[in-house]
């Protein structure tokens, strides 16, 4: 195998097999232990992961041409495009940054045994793959009357999802969403008690890594937005009810509009939701591997607390076209444009945590030097919707498809990978093949820029979204786009080839194989760690690190 | 480290059923939601699993745009829902046992303590956040309802047919009957759960028993005064009573004050089993977080309600009639 | 120890600065050189459709504007990164340094983004306010979203019909020599320099009245009546879509205004909206941004 530096290939490490496990059954069904529940949500994010991809490549097949060509009828495109949205979003994207590697790590950052509600952290996995399973049955009953299914995007806007939309599939989205809404929702919970009241002695806020803040940050968001989005959803719910409620029935004097309000005040939080756990996880590879403590630790933290408020009075700036009053915009757009400083600082930061580094290009760093880049190309094109006047061009074309793309597709996506090629050897005990690791990277690197940039030229030129077919000067740049998803396939491809043959050679790591860097509490214990950690607690000096 | 002997506080839980089960109890539940108030319909033979799982028609999706009303009550549904919510409880209760168990068993030590209070306090933020929700979209109908109506009274001017789009007149329910009596049954009830909680601390059992007692029953009063509302409001509808379907302030109204009342339910069945636990000889003086929990959340929909009454039933009905 | 690293650190801000100003030339080369579309979009075209109006004209400003800031955001972070990245390796910096504080440098780069969306917002702000004030309004057009079309009335004009506006299918469009899933056998007309207002509003789905040219897109929302206006400064047929999820036929829904001049408008509300003229035929047999003259 390929030795990485400061690594010392140990055996199992003492006592690992018989710590009180449970046996198979009684382990992954009825666990309370945030290590196994941190590998079941990793799990889930990758199966959904798988689903979301899916449908992403069977949409961009379609759209690789003009005309209609795989699908059979429209509305099944637009169900293949809500259905992508949200099963990226709740489903592959938040399970995996928050519950899986928040799970995993959070607790062993801050000094802890386990979370702080060990059995309700596994009622928010349980409840995930019952709401997958709603999303999935929506799949195969009616929708309206142009087939099964719901059409009416990841956005959800009535009247469209309303009497748009009569059949029981989007009952079945409401019901999922609502599911996995409380599963975070309890989550947050779970974090919050766990990082303010079970800090390691001699761990204060301000020694606590930076990842811990994230998700602390995260937490709060999911907690405040969350609510809002299911209260929203029940009104949808009732309103769909014929003899139910009107709130968003004009004819009744109710209001289609608020539901925009409310979703985005859910929506826009929910975006750094999606971002912050990723920020976390790669402060922590940038410090690492560049063998140097993080440049400017405070402001790191606070940025994300900024990033977090602010996040929270942002929310129109998704409805500057529904005709809301000028003055209201104007704020919007001013506030929208505030979050790119505390962002700015983050960036900068790590890049002045590399300045004076001594850099090594391993494949974790790798991802995240991506992230930082693709995350500013995504970030900046926020900053140019952000600018109402020019987003009635802009809104609803392809380059928002674009923007959110770069900061998800690449931003939470090259986190979440950052963090698994990261932690691996970590969770699993055993290494990648690098060959293999590095094939993923470029191919996705390569994939994902040849997807979303051209997408990019298409909102110039005027392309709208939700499109299942196109006048042909759109045609050439969406070729290419469909080209960039073959390339990312076969990049999703060398991921699970690596993820077979690191199973299948098992060449086992020590505790800190990162070395010299790697500073957290996690590089102290065994590879995997054993099955309770610090059954005495650890000491945090006062003159530790971060 | 493994090796070593436990030398923390904190609660390592054993493996548990529960929330596996009520995972599975949720989807039970949310099919049962959704069979029951918009019943599932195959559209063709395709998928004969589906056929036999739900029982509507097959023709219903020719008229595909018909009301999804004359579904509610589908056959079945109500069958589903039943169970989902039974197994809910079941598994709530067999969870809640267990905790009440391991409380007395001493795993709660000072940390868990605080942990659970910080979990209670996370819990009860985001029913705040629920109803900021429904409070958010009851001020939009509230005050913009005119402004949108006639969104611009230049366009009307320009396009009079567009007015007939504007909302139908408001009605409101009267404040200073049912809803008064309601407020003042809650506010005496916040008074009764803290005369318990006074009380265990000294070591009074039987004066907490009554206060607790007292505040159950008056939950159980003000659930039975709101449904006689409902009731009243269900037979005046389209007479002048605001109903669920009739305009945005029947539907604002009902899901509001409905989600209070749910809300109110659960501080009783709450309060009611630390009632329970009183009677049983549990809630010792030092240490029964589960009443203060139970107290802290009925102080909460105390406080919802007094936010409800001040602007559902006073001040918007009052600028709405006019 | 010394020699090696000061030329790593030339070699490396070479490359960076070669790499980061190619990024930012390229890019502004690349969004400004390209063609663009009058009315409708060009084959391959990446960037902004031209200006028709004013309004226009001040958002492909503005949008070039923030366009610049962003591209050079872009590059310079790029090229530290590619700066940072040789001469920070591990090769050529073995022994990491162990400063994590600087405050000056922390206040400069939260000041610099401050200032710099000062920049931006300013102008910003004049185009928002520019947007939505509506001028003296020399006539009101209505245009409503229905569950698939759009239809346009006058309310100024007795004597124009309401104007079902249907797309026109492949054959059709062909045949008609209009561009497909953009031309409509029923354009909406209206004369050049004359301030329109347009009132949006749908009868079911939302839907959204797009005219890229026009910088104009607003959402039509049942039960609300929203407003917008434009000042065409050409004459054209010029094409938009429908950008608001609607349901299966969202994507064939266009929007088709032609723009005549006033002469020529003047005629058609005299002939009850029929055409006498071959020019402003022309402009819709030509189905693009230009008049027949122009061509
Ligand atoms: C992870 C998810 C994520 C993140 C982090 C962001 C970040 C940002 N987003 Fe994005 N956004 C989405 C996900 C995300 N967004 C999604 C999913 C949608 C579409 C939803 C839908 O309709 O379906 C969307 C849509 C969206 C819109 C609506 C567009 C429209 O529909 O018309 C707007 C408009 O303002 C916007 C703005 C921003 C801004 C200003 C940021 C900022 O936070 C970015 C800040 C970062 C930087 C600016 C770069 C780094 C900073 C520097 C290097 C400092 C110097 C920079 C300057 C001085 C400019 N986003
Ligand atoms: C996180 C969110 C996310 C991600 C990752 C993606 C990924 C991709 N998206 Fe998606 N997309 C959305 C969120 C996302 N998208 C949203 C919200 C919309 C709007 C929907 C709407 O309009 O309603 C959208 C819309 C959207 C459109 C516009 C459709 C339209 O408007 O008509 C297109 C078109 O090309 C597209 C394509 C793709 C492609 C090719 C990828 C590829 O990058 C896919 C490649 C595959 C992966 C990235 C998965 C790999 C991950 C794993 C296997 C899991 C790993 C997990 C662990 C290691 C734990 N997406
Ligand atoms: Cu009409 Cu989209
Ligand atoms: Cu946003």
Redesign the interface.
Known sequence: MVALPGENISAE????HD?GK?KFF??W????NHKDIGTLYLIFGIISGLIGGFLSFMMRMELADPGIQFFT???QY?VYVSMHGLIMIFFMVMPALIGGFGNWFVPIMVG???M????????S???L??AL??LL?SF???G?????GF???WVM?P??ST??H???AF??II??L??AGFSS?FG???F??TI???RAPGMTMHKMPLFAWAVLVTAFLL??????L???L??L???????????FD?????????FQ??FW?FGHPEVYIMILPAFGIVSHIISTF????????L?MAYAMVAIGVVGFVVWAHHMY???MD?NL??YF??AT??I??PT??K???W???????????TIPMQWA?AF??LF??GG??G??LA????D??L???YYVVAHFHYVLSMGAVFGIFAGFYYWFGKMFGVMYNKFLAAAHFWLFFIGVNVIFF?Q??LG??????????????????NQVSSFGAYITLAGVVFFFLMLIEAFIVRRRVGDNYWGEGATTLEWT?SSPP????????PRIEDNAEH | ????????D?H?????????L???A??VW??G???F???????TGE?PM?EWFFSKGLDS?QD???????Q?GADGGWAILLAGTIMAALVMIS?WKDVAAESRAGDHTP?VD??LR??MI??I??????????F??FF??GL??KM??AWNTDVLENAPEYAD?M??G?HAVDAWNLPLMNTIVLLLSGTTVTWAHHALIHGDRKGAKWGLGLTVLLGLFFTGLQGIEYVELFHERGEGAPW?????????F??ATG?HGLHVLIGTIFLGVMFLRLTKGGLRPEKHFGLEAAAWYWHFVDVVWLFLFAFVYIIFASSLHG | MKSPTNKTTIIAAIIAVAIGVGTFVALIVLGLGGER?MG??????????DAATPV?E??TT??NM??YW?SG??AF??A??VY??IR???KA??????????TA??VV??IA??LI?LF??VP??Q???????LPETDMTIKAVGNTWNWSYTYPDLENIEEIISNPLDEVQAKAQGK????GTDAQLVVPVDTNVKVL?TSI???H?W?V?SF?????A????I??TWFRATREGVFY?????????????MPIEVNVVSKAEYARWVANDGAFTSSVAQNNTLMGSGQTAAQK
Not at chain 1, 290 to 297: E, L
Not at chain 1, 351 to 361: D, K, N
Not at chain 3, 179 to 182: E, F, G, H, I, S
Not at chain 3, 240 to 252: R, T, V
């Open positions: 490490p003492a006592g690992y710590d449970p009684a382990r069904f009825y666990s309370t009828n429209e509305h637009l802890a045994p386990d702080a509600f060990p059995r309700m952290n596994n009622l996995f349980w409840l793959p019952t399973i709603c049955i195969v009953v009616p309206n009357a142009n087939g099964n059409g009416g995007s806007y009247p469209l009497t748009g009569p059949g029981p009952d079945f019901i999922g609502l599911a929702i947050a919970i779970n919050i008690t303010l009241n079970m907690l405040l937005a969350l609510p809002v299911a209260a929203a029940f009104m719910f009732t309103d769909r009810i014929a003899g139910g409620t009107g709130f004009p004819a009744r004097g109710g209001d289609p509009q608020m309000h409310l005040f560049s063998k140097k403590p993080i440049f400017g630790y402001g076209t529904v005709g000028v915009k104007a757009l001013a444009l505030v790119a400083v700015g600082v960036i900068f930061s890049l002045a945590t590399m300045w004076g580094g001594s850099i090594r290009f030097l930082i880049f500013v190309v900046v094109t900053v140019m600018n109402a006047g020019v009635a061009y809104h609803d074309t051209p990019h030229f110039l030129n005027g392309m709208p979204r939700r499109y299942v077919d196109y006048p042909e000067e759109f045609a050439i740049w214990l054993p099955y309770h950690q610090f059954n005495v607690l | 480290m493994a090796g070593h002997a436990v030398e923390h904190y390592l839980i054993p493996p548990s059923p529960w929330p596996f009520s995972g599975v949720c989807l949310g099919v939601m959704v069979t108030f918009a019943g599932l319909v195959p559209r998928s589906l999706l595909s745009y018909r009301p999804v009303a004359d509610v969870w940390v605080i942990g910080y979990g996370m819990f933020m985001q029913e705040a956040m629920f109803f900021v929700g429904w958010w979209m939009e109908l913009f309802h949108r109506a789009s909302a139908p408001i669920l379907s009739t305009d945005a302030y029947g539907s604002a009902f899901m989600f | 579309g409708q979009p060009v084959d391959g075209g990446y960037f902004l459709q226009m001040d958002l503005v949008h923030v366009f962003i955001i872009t972070v790029m530290l990164m940072i990245m920070f390796r591990e910096n073995p022994v990491p340094s162990k400063t994590s504080h600087n440098i922390e780069w939260t983004p401050v969306l931006i917002a910003s702000m185009l928002l306010y520019f947007q939505d004030k561009p497909y899933l953009l949006v079911n789905n939302m959204s797009t890229p910088g104009i897109k607003m959402d929302v049942p039960g609300i929203n407003e938009g879509q429908c950008s608001e999820i609607c349901g299966i036929k969202h994507y064939y």
